[in-house]
């Protein structure tokens, strides 16, 4: 419950973007950081979370983020204006930072012939949880109104509050917990700068002196971080460890998969909302976009649990290139045909599988070839750039669709091509994971 919960809430919103538009009058960008905020957030939380949560003090960690997180919910449902309905989704972002500590709290208490099931469950409730919230915030935002989606959240916080405090036992394991924050410093400017410049892109052929120090901005930051965290002697997340032949794949994977669903689920969520005036537009009410996603909840969960069996037969080694492909062909069913609710519910439950199969596959990958007291610092890294994708990939769906209509008078060919460039994410990550993933004829989780 505790990452199915907090996944909930981290994407909680969602498909709430169109009406916080229009609701505070402001653009699709700016209401889309309603979700790039927390996974933002979360993205950077993670490594942090997982140092402090890496040692005996795991349970208290635990805690401590889930009243952050209420703390952020309460926020949202109070009457604060734009700004603080960012404030407090950013907060919630800190609840996504939990999953490593989850898998790695499964991987030190499980049986060790349960520990790949679980931890194929376990990484592929961030999407479930996508799945899960956004019908139920759609149909609560437009039942009771905005606060009352956040106002459920808080209530199921706490419900996870109190069961964590009751269930989750002390970690017996030991290790530095000291945080390099410099380092956490750097890395979130630098990702929130090349954010912020992938939402303010300019059109083709203009000039933006303010985007280009942004990127600038963003570039430095992120390189003063790699040469202090290789220097470091007790850095926040192990470069060395997550460039080894075994584990550089499947966290390349992890940011090119994290932009490809966000930026589809993104896009989904415009499509269905908008006027059919637009030439693509479903003109469907909120909670209708939010249905057409409980789909893709509910079969990433089944592929989830078809990974494993599929890993025994084909090899682990092969499970995340046939997700990615299997989410590029639904990618492509979505560019070729939109014009249903129905053909896009069947496009996300395809895209389910893939998501499944694809995130499913990526923790056995990662602790294969990690030992056992760097599974948290391992983890963490693949997370973090799992969710440093998902932050891109909802910003990316609005500005590539922007920048493409800008050259454009036709907006549904705009969208199309959107959606092409989806497809080509996919096909990267598959090709990627084909290459660069080390045969192997046995697994281990």
């Not at 963490?380 to 969710?387: A, E, I, K, M, P």
């Not at 036709?410 to 994971?433: G, K, P, Q």
């Amino acid at each position: 419950m505790l990452t199915t919960s907090t996944s909930v809430i981290s994407s909680l919103g969602g498909s709430l973007v169109p009406m916080v538009a229009l609701e505070h009058d402001v653009s699709l960008g700016s209401a889309q950081w309603i979700l790039t905020g927390p996974m933002l957030v979360g993205a950077i939380a993670t490594p942090i979370l997982g140092r402090l949560g890496g040692t005996g003090r795991r349970r208290t960690v635990i805690l401590a983020s889930l009243g952050v997180v209420s703390a952020g919910l309460v926020l949202t449902a109070l009457p604060t204006g734009f700004l603080g309905l960012l404030v407090g989704r950013g907060l919630q972002g800190v609840g996504i930072g939990l999953l490593p500590l989850a898998l790695a709290a499964a991987r030190d208490n499980l049986p060790r012939a349960k520990v790949r099931s679980a931890l194929a469950l376990l990484s592929v409730t961030t999407t479930m949880g996508a799945g899960i919230s956004y019908p139920l915030s759609a149909w609560l935002a437009e039942t009771a109104g905005i606060p009352a989606a956040y106002c459920w959240a808080l209530a199921v916080t706490l419900l996870t509050l109190l069961l964590a405090w009751r269930t989750i036992p002390v970690a017996n394991t030991t290790g530095a917990d000291t945080v390099h924050w410099a380092g956490a410093v750097l890395l979130s400017a630098g990702s929130l700068l090349l954010l912020l410049a992938l939402t303010q892109a300019p059109a083709p052929g203009e000039a933006s002196p303010v985007v280009w120090g942004l990127v600038a901005g963003g570039v430095v930051a992120l390189a003063l971080w790699i040469w202090r965290t290789l220097r470091h002697p007790d850095p926040l997340v192990d470069l060395r460890l997550a460039r080894h032949r075994q584990v550089l794949p499947a966290n390349i994977s992890a940011l090119t998969s994290g932009v490809a669903v966000y930026m589809l689920i993104a896009l989904v969520m415009i499509q269905v909302q908008l006027p059919t005036s637009t030439g693509f537009g479903l003109g469907q009410p909120v909670t209708v976009a939010g249905l057409v996603l409980a789909p893709y909840a509910v079969l990433s969960v089944v592929g989830s649990r078809l990974s494993t069996a599929l890993g025994d037969w084909i090899g682990l080694d092969l499970v995340l290139p046939v997700g990615a492909m299997f989410y590029s062909l639904a990618t492509a069913l979505f560019a070729l045909s939109h014009d249903s609710v129905w053909v896009v519910a069947v496009v996300m439950g395809l895209a389910g599988i893939g998501s499944g199969f694809t995130f499913a596959a990526m923790p056995g990958l990662v602790l294969r070839s990690t030992p056992m007291q760097e599974t948290g610092s391992a983890m963490s890294f693949n997370v973090l750039l799992r969710f440093l994708g998902f932050a891109a990939g909802s910003s990316l769906a609005t500005s590539v669709l922007a920048l493409l209509h800008s050259t454009r008078s036709d907006y549904a060919e705009a969208f199309r091509l959107t959606v092409w460039v989806n497809v080509a994410l996919w096909l990267c990550t598959a090709l990627i994971s084909l290459v660069l993933i080390p045969r192997k004829t046995a697994t281990t989780a």
